[in-house]
């Protein structure tokens, strides 16, 4: 459960009152650094397939399924390592999985066939499913009250950042060996490795399990003393996904998933096919409009920070599922409208859906309390994974049997869906305390 601060229930030598730490530094640029890096990974393989295709001899299917591998990989990763990291700590689940993105980002430079890439881009999902399930935990819980939403929201700016740097280094790009474009987020692995190292195992979590003495020790180190745990609720049994919808918040719970499904859809499968999307909708792509849409998406991540800070977190899914659906339906149904409006809808759409994708790394960390925080962020990215690979695997069959205007329609589906969900469903949990 989650409790929403009041003036009665503030304990002012609470751990996530006390003012700004070095370990809050550390955690901050140790998991952002993760989410960069994440971005980096899915947004490299949109300019790798363009140079790998003719060599490869790539059908428009063979493209959709190393572009989606990754995120079947998430969906994996999301449930597995998300369940461990409650059971067994955050620490030992959260090291291993930065040493194999620099191992699998190297051996991308080997392939030889498309089975072998989608073999690896599988793993490297799961291990990016690691980064969502356990990283946002691990930001909640050495988190300040004070801007915390701001803070988790970050996540997604971190991660735009990366996924824009992959596409500029894809653009810039001059040579034809798209194996080594695909080597290339080794380098940001190893410097996230090394930002990592000074982590400790999270305090709250140590809590829940009863390891308490080990826990104030932690505090003492990096908080100083006189700070507090909140009150956890002990961990009596290993927490399992199935708990999830046994809990009295079930319904939070499972919306902490569905609101994620219904942004990241549409999302993932414009953005990753975003050369062929242009064309279709007769959007000439030139590096000043690339140069002008990737700032659009770090300028829409930053204004979302913004809306974080200021609206409740109801009011804000709520009316940013209702402006994409608008978009994407403007487009769907005005393909052939004159192209300051076309380029205005698709402009618009590319500004608000990644201030919308702050949010993912926000609700859940705030919904789930901490026995279980790891498990429930992992279903919820694993949940939101099946409409990011469904929609990225289809689009282009879709683009190639229906046409943009029928695909783009589909794509509006999934943030109508999301505000009907919201409308009902969406919790408040802005300025809680953490269980």
């Known amino acids: 459960m989650i409790l929403t601060e009041t003036a009665g229930n503030s304990d002012p030598s609470g751990l996530d009152l006390a003012p700004l730490k070095r ?10 650094g993760g989410a960069a890096l994440d971005g980096y990974v899915l947004g490299i393989i949109g300019p790798s397939l363009a140079l790998a295709s003719t060599e490869m001899q790539l059908s428009s299917l063979n493209q959709g399924l190393i572009a989606a591998s990754a995120l079947i990989g998430v969906f994996i990763g999301g449930l597995i390592f998300g369940n461990l990291a409650d059971r067994y700590g955050r620490s030992p689940v959260f090291a291993w999985n930065l040493a194999a993105f620099v191992v699998l980002s190297l051996l991308q430079y080997l392939v030889q066939d498309m089975w072998q890439l989608v073999v690896l881009r599988l793993a490297l999902g799961l291990a990016i499913g690691v980064e969502y399930a356990v990283g946002t935990a691990v930001l909640a819980e050495f988190s300040r009250r004070r ?12 991660w735009q950042i990366g996924f824009s740097v992959a596409f500029f280094v894809g653009m810039a790009y001059e040579g034809d060996n ?68 046994r809990h009295p918040n079930w319904r939070a719970h499972l919306y902490a998933g569905l609101f994620w499904f219904c942004q990241i859809g549409p999302f993932f499968a414009i953005f990753t096919f975003a050369l062929p999307v242009f064309k279709s909708l007769g959007i000439e792509s030139g590096l000043t ?5 990737n700032g659009l998406q770090i300028l829409g991540a930053v ?11 109801r009011s804000f899914v709520i009316s940013t599922f209702a402006i994409m659906f608008v978009l994407l339906l403007g487009l769907g149904l005005l393909p052939d409208a004159p192209t300051w409006l076309v380029v205005s809808l698709f402009a618009g759409y590319m500004f608000i859906a990644p201030a919308a994708n702050n949010m993912q790394f926000v609700y859940p960390s705030e919904i789930f309390e901490t026995r279980i925080r790891s498990t429930g962020v992992g279903f919820a990215a694993a949940f939101s994974r099946i409409s990011a690979a469904a929609a990225t695997y289809l689009l282009p069959v879709a683009m190639q049997e229906y046409g943009v205007s029928a695909t783009l329609l589909i794509m509006a589906a999934f943030p109508l869906v999301g505000l009907v969900v919201s409308l009902v469903w969406a919790p408040e949990t802005k300025r809680a305390q953490l269980r």
């Open 303 to 313: 204004f979302g920070l913004w809306l974080l800070h200021w609206l409740t977190r």
């Open 23 to 32: 370990i809050h530094i550390v955690a901050t640029a140790a998991i952002l």
């Open 178 to 245: 798209w194996r080594l474009l695909l080597a290339s987020s080794a380098i940001p692995a190893a410097i996230t490795f090394l930002l990592r190292l000074g982590l400790p195992e999270s305090p709250m979590w140590l809590k829940a399990r009863g390891r308490e003495q080990e826990a104030e020790d932690i505090v003492r180190r990096h908080f100083g003393t006189g700070y507090t745990i909140p009150t956890i609720a002990l961990e009596e049994t290993h927490p399992s996904p199935v708990e999830l919808f």
């Open 147 to 158: 801007g915390r939403g701001v803070l988790l929201g970050s996540f997604a700016l971190a």
């Open 289 to 293: 409009v690339d140069i002008l849409l």
